[in-house]
């Protein structure tokens, strides 16, 4: 479990040392592999992915961009371990997730019309909209192409399982879309919708370098059960930093899943709570869903939808679904074998996952 | 090869009674199966997608609607036989082949801003870009899924086959897209775009039951030389059909290439060619790539266009490269051993391709 206190046993960024290297390790091994193979991509789409990885900036240059947490990459690496195989033979698995992660964002960001992503500007913002479609296109492609030239038996039992996390991921997106436009939308809803979008694909880092290293679909499948809860928790935590980060460790606006309207789990939990705070809550949003003036709404007006969705105690309760889903993915872990440093490396990326700051 | 006048051997759209049942038997053996995978997406993209296919209508209506030539399932089950499998083994890889044909027409006519595809109003124009991303997204992950889930290694071998064609067919349209915004394109550039937009996936259909049905690689490589060179067979007469086709065959606009100021091979054959007509039609196109009035340009300004590409021997250029890439496919074909049966088959189609009036 996540310590009660965040500074009890993290660094600033909620980031423990022993988490970093795992982080820094998935990041190291896979990069160069991911660079490489997003390097075949024809001109201009490799530079207009290079520029959406932050390896460069709009105007080509070299540039150290963020390339995120890494979350992924390191997970499969670990997979691999689980397996009792080298961290390598985990590495195609990490690239191909990456991509995928990676081509959803494209998409996302250009459907969803979101203009900034990691402190820079989206790429349909900077280089058009074809290129983020085609571009995202092209890595979805690679995904499949990184696993499947191995030409192994695993890499094809890998490469399906990250078509059904991919189709899943596609099937939240077009949730969340939907979302959008309706009203209300149920707990279990955005749940499911959350499951999709972030729990399936995290579900098969954690399965696809086990895959590789030749784990059985059993082991495979409580890995992903371990993944998808973890997805969950890693969710959870994401929707109270849409609402309650620091901009300055986020990247993005204040308030900025109030300011997309985003039903999002703090907004559905504290909906569906009852009570004086969440009718008031509920009788703002559906006049803002019919406002002409809220792309003008002042720091105040999302300041106090932010005050009512925590009275309501939707902040709370998606605290706790946090905790929730950890202590499952937790759970999980404890029905396969796996080397005892491995699984205490799954635990703490748990723990980091619930008390990250970012 | 093709007779000199098309009315000697076929019906009036350029297609004799062999052709007929053989398209026929694609459309029938694969069409059921492709609509039972696209009945797996989540709503609303099963419906999105059924209106793409022509199954329904805007108002989400059962319809008739024009399901295209299926020439690329024909070749699928051609292909399982050229291995000597039954037509029935190339029926996922026929699936496959037309969900990742019609994965890009989606993301296509978005980029390219094309309103109309088979008589009826493209996907973005009804749905919104949003839908037709995703539901892009969606056949594209779902053509791998329908190979992968049959979980053999002849699978894994097919999909990997359809994956570098996805590349491929990612690749032209970035080569597409980026020639539209040049004054000049060579005839080479042009060939090797229309090679990675219709060749390589035509040669993926052809290839890919013969691999599910077992056959080696060389026998694949040898199937896919056959489809690359009657894809770009096929794509010369589409860019003929593009200026000169009949609006009631093709379902276009008259004149409809150049409306969208197109470099097709007529165009670039004909801008290469030297002499009055040649440099008149450069001088003609570089002005109408500056002008602020294209849009409203009459019939009559098209009409002068074709005449001087017809008069600078683009269109002669084009109708002989089409004869030339027929022969080069149908020499390929002496490379494999097949039943005479099947071989006479490819032949025939590759024959109809050439004098298709649609």
């Known amino acids: 479990m996540p310590s009660a206190n965040p500074a009890d046993d993290t660094a600033a960024g909620g980031e423990s040392l022993d988490i970093l290297a795992l982080l820094e390790r998935g990041r190291t091994m896979s990069t ?25 900036d709009a105007e080509g240059q070299p540039s150290a961009g963020d390339g995120g947490k890494a979350v992924r990459p390191a997970l499969a690496l670990l997979s691999a371990e689980v397996a ?90 077009a949730q969340d879309i939907s979302y959008e436009h309706r009203e209300r939308v149920t707990v279990e809803e955005c749940l499911e919708m ?8 995290l579900a098969c880092a954690v399965s696809i370098g ?19 809860h973890l997805g969950l928790a ?34 559905v939990a504290a909906l569906a709570a009852g009570g004086p705070a969440s009718q008031r809550l509920g009788e703002l949003l559906a006049a803002d869903a019919k406002s002409n003036d809220f792309d003008s709404f002042s720091e105040a007006e999302f300041a106090t939808r932010a005050a009512l969705i925590e009275e309501a105690g939707g902040r709370e309760w998606t605290s706790q679904e946090a905790r929730r889903q950890h202590a499952v993915a937790i759970e999980a872990l404890s029905g396969v074998d796996m080397p005892e440093q491995v699984r205490t490396q799954l635990v703490a990326l748990a723990d980091f996952v619930v008390v990250r700051k970012r």
């Open 32 to 56: 160069p592999v991911l660079r490489a193979a997003v390097d075949r991509l024809a001109p201009p789409m490799d530079t207009v992915a290079a520029y959406h990885f932050g390896w460069i």
């Open 84 to 173: 009792g195989a080298a961290p390598e033979v985990g590495v195609p698995g990490a690239v191909a997730v990456e991509l995928v992660h990676n081509f959803s964002l494209l998409h996302d960001d250009l459907m969803d019309g979101d203009e900034q992503r990691r402190h820079r500007d989206t790429v349909w913002k900077v280089h058009g909209p074809a290129q983020a479609i085609l571009v995202g296109d092209a890595l979805f492609a690679l995904a499949n192409e990184v696993l499947l030239e191995l030409g192994t038996v695993e890499a094809g039992r890998a490469t399906r399982r990250l078509t059904t996390a991919s189709r899943k991921l596609i099937d939240g997106q």
């Open 194 to 201: 959350e499951g999709n979008k972030t729990g399936a694909l």
């Open 210 to 228: 086990a895959v590789l290293g030749g784990a059985d679909d059993k082991t495979a499948d409580t890995l992903e059960a371990y993944g998808y």
């Open 234 to 267: 890693f969710q959870a935590v994401d929707d109270l930093l849409g609402i309650w980060g620091d901009p300055v460790s986020t990247g993005k606006q204040t308030w900025s899943d109030l300011r997309q309207r985003k039903k999002s789990l703090p907004v």
